[in-house]
Structures are given as structure tokens and as C-alpha cells.
Nanobody, 125 residues
Framework: QVQLVESGGGLVQAGGSLRLSCAAS????????MGWFRQAPWKEREFVGGMTWSGGSTKYGDFVKGRFTISRDDAKNTIYLQMGSLKPEDTAVYYC??????????????????WGQGTQVTVSS
């Protein structure tokens, strides 16, 4: 079983950038497909992006439009979400998640098996 801890959230002005980290422990991230989701108040959890176990395949939510990039550092057992051109509507709690079916990237939160506690991102206008 893997434990996931997100960090890097905070307050940023519109147009700014943030890099979120998701540090895994217990098992290596290569054992899973990894995803990022977000949830704003009164909204459903939304797929942001994800990658397969090798990083060979990535997928992003339609709203990303090239503004965000997922990457990984296997030596640190960590994945990252680099976010740029941030907008107030990007304000949410951001979660990373792990899917034991590591060869796919799915957009459905229910298919992921493990979750971090989330990190708050607030974008001011």
C-alpha cells in the first residue's frame, strides 16, 4: 500500500505559477498510474491530469489547455504538477492519487485506489 502526501499549494495571483509535489512512500510510484484531481467547494472532484506507471503516456483534463504539466522523479518517488497561467477558477484543493492498474490513465476518481490528503491552491484575481 502506498501513502501519498501533497505539498506546494498556496496563494498565487492570476497569471502566476505553482508546482505541486506528491511524495509517495510505502511503494514506488512505478507500481501505479498516478493522477492529479481537484475539488472546488460545491463541485465534484475533477480530473486534472495523469500518467501511466512509466510516464510514457499522459492525459490532461480539457480545461488544462497546455497550462499544466505532470512530471516525475523516480529517485525521489515523487510526482509533480507544474501549473502556469493560473486563473481564479483553478482555485481548489488538489489531490494526487494512485491507480493499481498502472497501464492506464483514467479520468474517473472512483477508479483510483489511494489518495493523498490534498493541498489548497488559491488564485486571486
Amino acid at each position: 500500500q502506498v501513502q501519498l502526501v501533497e505539498s506546494g499549494g498556496g496563494l498565487v495571483q492570476a497569471g502566476g505559477s505553482l508546482r505541486l509535489s506528491c511524495a509517495a512512500s510505502g511503494r514506488t510510484i512505478s507500481s501505479y498510474a498516478m493522477g492529479w484531481f481537484r475539488q472546488a467547494p460545491w463541485k465534484e472532484r475533477e480530473f486534472v491530469g495523469g500518467m501511466t506507471w512509466s510516464g510514457g503516456s499522459t492525459k490532461y483534463g480539457d480545461f488544462v489547455k497546455g497550462r499544466f504539466t505532470i512530471s516525475r522523479d523516480d529517485a525521489k518517488n515523487t510526482i509533480y504538477l507544474q501549473m502556469g497561467s493560473l486563473k481564479p477558477e483553478d482555485t481548489a484543493v488538489y489531490y494526487c492519487a494512485a491507480d493499481r492498474v498502472r497501464s492506464r490513465v483514467t479520468v474517473t476518481a472512483g477508479t483510483y485506489d489511494y489518495w493523498g490528503q490534498g493541498t489548497q491552491v488559491t488564485v486571486s484575481s
